[in-house]
């Protein structure tokens, strides 16, 4: 598979402050990349390290398999968290400005900001300053902006912070269309629930270092633990039903409701074969659920965090 | 590559002279100068058009002739009354004064005897004036009494200037070197101005470009050094732009100012009040003879012009790339304007000095160690060796090796400084949120 970008042992100090410590990543072509990790814990300073705002003391970045060199700046879009427009310059002259700061002829950008103001909704806004115009409507212009050059790279920061939920969804969509038309995605934020529905990599920063990285459905798989939900219906009682039951399976939890005759548990077995059980239960109820439960990234967060720190 | 520096450039420019309260100042700064000029030249005439009456009761038989209505002063000369009606009759006339010269038996007894009576205190003008009427008779007295005749009293009196040379032998007139280090004065506080308000423009553009967040974007696409050349580049060319709209219209206005008004301008210049002590020298060339004035004109022309204003190109250049790059990296360190003030005082203080040192030592001494020394050091030179050039290279004027050394220093101090100040700025524009102090700048240098 190609890799878009590529990082071999980057690290970054501050003085005495480690930004980044030995991180290593590679970020396939085409894909939506989660980098993920708690505020302070150096997200941002690896963008920037992409983006060419500061660079690395250790390590290689590659970008399409060569070394970033200044002329990748044109091929990358980036929305970054600190975020803002020039508050007393119109909307159309300043868009323009920043598109043809990433190389694109004055005519060329006019027609594509023309077609992006037309999809989003701000045709009228061209000569109108920002100082004008409300939070969201800026938000999506910023976007414009970052995704106009068409770059093959792009790095969103946080990007549905300030964002209204309808505008938020406006701008979810965007992003996968792009990631379908073959845009490759950097996704970084610390709010894991977005993550499930986007990424299809992730990587977890925890404190400069990098904790665990991979295709999210693998880190899903390895993270399972064979714990499975089960609904059963029953005609006796419940709980002489789940004693039965402990005798041959570990039983974490139980709930039985009388009048529905509907048990529910959650139960562990030794490994992710499920026959011997589901032919057990079937003997003798009706099952009408059984399910794995995969972890959230947020539990697998949490979860790797906490190894990491009792090795320690 | 430049072609993203020209973009900058035309972005920082547009942005400056769309501004509105650049476009206000603009276009009343002009006319607030002349305006003021008008209304000081105003005040000067009606200042100078006050006559002071003064009645004279003269009983003594002297001073019959001395005192004649002049430009300032008018007399009124009262017969026949008694002191208590002639106090009476000028206070009820709302003269200024009485004088008051009683009956004595000879010159000397009279002025010893005699008084000046007003409503206040006198003004120091009328006794000096008077005192000096006064003090003419006298001598002329008491070189009579010693055998000098009138004529060879008058003799005496008639002033004297000395005349001068420069050891070429070429005649060279007073107030020369004073008109020569305002000249040069002049492009040194062009200089500081320029630094001083468009470098606070820089700031302040750095400033907002922090606060409204969008620097971020901005430096994922251009290089940090670039922006703040961009920055400071089109921010000057705003700056001239102004000032050439200024010097144009400002001159089109006194010009025809003075047209209609019939104000003598002139003639304000020479009687300003404010004008510096070394001045002085200047008031007395309001007339003088046209010989004289050949020679003042041959001096100016002297003046290595082509050598002044080259150097005033390159000291502007440098110096202001010097100061508006630390502007710039302050505007980087901090997150409001309210927070530079720290930041901005250790700036202004060398320029201050250089403008202090220049009028004070320079003009006196163009060539003295203080004079040397300031127009050697990086961040005085600009002002103060601009002062020092009017009077050229080589013999008699700057040598040579001190105005090369001058401008390599300079040269210098400019790399230095632009590269320490691009390296807090490239960090300083990211930094959100605390005011850091001087040991942070430091460590920033570091990164």
Known sequence: ?312 | MTGKLWLIIRREYLAKVRNKSFIIMTILSPLLIVGMIVLIAYLTKINDSEKRVISVLNESGFFDEQFKTSESMSYVHFKGLSLQEAKDSTSSLGYYGLLHLPKGADLEQVSKSAYLFTKDNPNTNVTQRLEGIFQKKLRQKRLENLGVSQGQFSDIEASFEINLATFDGEKSVKGINEIKAFIGGGFGYAIMMFIIIYGGFVMRSVIEEKTSRIIEVIISSVKPFQLMLGKIIGTSLAGITQFTIWIISASLLLFLVSLFLGIDLAAIATENPMVPGSMNGMGQFSAPPSTEMMLYAKEILNIPWFLLISSFLVYFILGYFIYSSIYAAIGAAVDNETDTQQFIFPIILPLMLAIYVGFFSVFSNPHGPIAVGFSLFPLTSPIVMLMRLPGGIGEGGVPLWQLLLSITLLIGTFFGIVWLAAKIYRVGILMYGKRPTYKELFKWLRY
């Open chain 1, 1 to 312: 598979m190609d890799h878009i970008l590529v990082a071999k042992n980057v690290t970054k100090t501050y003085g005495d402050f480690t930004a980044l410590s030995n991180i290593s990543l590679e970020i396939p072509e085409n894909c939506i990349y989660g980098l993920l990790g708690p505020n302070g814990a150096g997200k941002t300073t690896f963008i920037r390290i992409i983006n060419q705002i500061t660079y690395q003391d250790k390590g290689e970045v590659l970008f399409n398999g060569s070394p970033l060199a200044p002329e990748h700046i044109a091929h990358i879009g980036y929305l970054p968290e600190e975020r803002g427009l020039y508050k007393s310059m119109k909307v159309g002259e300043q868009a323009l400005y920043l598109a043809q700061l990433k190389g694109l002829s004055k005519s060329e950008a006019k027609k594509r900001l023309k077609y992006w103001f037309d999809r989003l909704d701000i045709g009228d806004w061209w000569n109108k300053k920002i100082q004008e115009l409300s939070k969201g409507m800026a938000q999506k212009i910023q976007f414009i902006v970052t995704v106009l050059h068409e770059p093959k790279l792009l790095i969103f920061d946080e990007p549905f912070s300030g964002f209204d939920p309808i505008n938020a969804n406006i701008i979810k969509d965007e992003i996968l269309l792009l990631k379908e038309k073959g845009t490759s995605i950097i996704f970084s934020t610390h709010r894991m629930e977005s993550v499930e529905e986007l990424c299809e990599y992730i990587a977890l920063i925890h404190k400069s270092e990098k904790i665990l990285d991979g295709k999210l459905s693998d880190i899903k798989k390895a993270y399972k633990n064979n714990i499975f939900n089960v609904g059963l219906e029953i005609q006796q009682d419940g709980d002489t039903f789940v004693k039965t039951l402990e005798d041959k399976f570990q039983i974490l939890s139980s709930s039985f409701d009388k009048e529905e005759k509907q048990l529910d548990f959650t139960i562990q077995l030794p490994s992710n074969q499920t026959a011997g059980v589901l032919a057990e239960l079937s003997n003798q109820a009706n099952i009408n659920r059984f399910e794995e439960t995969i972890p959230s990234a947020n539990d697998i967060f949490i979860q790797t965090v906490n190894n990491k720190e009792n090795d320690r």
